[in-house]
């Protein structure tokens, strides 16, 4: 874990999150699924319904972050001249070269399977 500060700031949040639920109705773009959280939106209406399996793919190349649902890419964004973010908040990990890969929830019932991380070259 992170040794100070929020997850999610400290690093960078690609958001995991059942955007066709409710209670999400009112959420910004850069809050949507496969957005990097307040700075990137990401293309909406990909997710499969509750409860059905999706398959995700997130590619960090350096600045590239790519993110690929249910074999869609929804997010494609070269990072390296983002200085001002869209939710008007610090994001201080944003650029960093290296860290952790950790998972933040809200509470809510998550599953995950089949995790494969690659390191590239």
């Known amino acids: 874990t992170p040794t100070k500060g929020d997850a999610a700031y400290v690093g960078m949040e690609i958001q995991i999150l059942d955007d ?8 910004q773009p ?4 496969g957005s990097i ?3 990137v ?5 990909f997710l499969k319904p ?7 793919e997130i590619l960090a190349d350096g600045s590239r972050i790519r993110v ?3 074999g869609t890419v929804i997010l494609d964004a070269d990072i390296a001249g983002i200085e001002k973010t869209l939710d008007g ?3 201080p990990g944003l650029h960093n070269k290296k860290g ?3 998972w933040l929830g809200h509470g809510d019932p998550v599953a995950f399977r089949n995790i494969r991380i690659k390191e590239l070259p």
Request: charged share 15%; net charge positive; aromatic share 14%.
């Open 20 to 27: 066709g639920h409710p209670k999400y109705k009112g959420i």
């Open 68 to 70: 690929t649902l249910n």
């Open 50 to 56: 509750a409860g059905e399996w999706n398959s995700q």
């Open 100 to 102: 952790y890969i950790g």
């Open 41 to 45: 939106p990401a293309k909406r209406g």
């Open 37 to 39: 959280y307040g700075v």
């Open 89 to 91: 908040r610090p994001h």
């Open 30 to 33: 850069y809050q949507a699924h």
